[in-house]
């Protein structure tokens, strides 16, 4: 299994853009998991705030 890639979107406008269209989500930050879209950093906060991101996270 090879090990997952780590971009830096900041630097591509093309790439940033087409993250943004991929998921159908306007803004980055954006987190995925297992391939996952789960969403933007308001939804993290939440997911934080309320313990689900944790439980996700050790899934």
């Keep these: 299994m090879d090990a997952p890639a780590t971009?830096?979107?900041l630097e591509d406008e093309g790439i940033r853009?087409?993250?943004?269209?991929?998921?159908?989500?306007?803004?980055?930050?954006?987190?995925y998991v297992n391939g996952e879209f789960i969403g933007g950093s308001d939804i993290m906060m939440e997911m934080y705030q309320n313990g689900e991101l944790q439980t996700l996270l050790k899934g």
Excluded: D, F, M, R
């Design 7 to 9: 971009v830096n979107v």
């Design 17 to 31: 853009q087409g993250i943004k269209a991929y998921a159908n989500w306007p803004t980055i930050p954006q987190l």
